[in-house]
Nanobody, 114 residues
Framework: QVQLVESGGGLVQAGGSLRLSCVAS????????MAWYRQAVGKQRELVAA???????NYQHSVKGRFTISRDNIKKTVYLQMSSLEPEDTAVYYC????????WGQGTQVTVIS
């Protein structure tokens, strides 16, 4: 089964930017929708953004205009460019299909301080 490895998180001040990457161990060509999710402490995991194979995107309302999802099927990688970060964006970020069906990776921690 395809394994996912997320990276790119870190500690950033409010208003800052980060670019997350999710590298798959196998092909993602056949996965029509790839997505980024996040889980904050004490909260359920939620979908943040999704991208189809033909480049259509969908975003959670709270991140629209600030986050951009993209994918490179040849590099087997999904990206999440995050700008104008807010403390409320603090969470562990994961990628998976939409709906999620692959084993979850370890995620990457994003911490935004005010």
């Amino acid at each position: 089964q395809v394994q996912l490895v997320e990276s790119g998180g870190g500690l950033v001040q409010a208003g800052g930017s980060l670019r997350l990457s999710c590298v798959a161990s196998g092909s993602i060509f056949s996965i029509n929708v790839m997505a980024w999710y996040r889980q904050a402490v004490g909260k359920q995991r939620e979908l943040v953004a999704a991208v189809t194979n033909d480049g259509r995107t969908n975003y959670q309302h709270s991140v629209k205009g600030r986050f951009t999802i993209s994918r490179d099927n040849i590099k087997k990688t999904v990206y999440l460019q995050m700008s104008s970060l807010e403390p409320e964006d603090t969470a562990v970020y994961y990628c998976n299909g939409d709906p999620p069906f692959l084993a979850w990776g370890q995620g990457t921690q994003v911490t935004v301080i005010s």
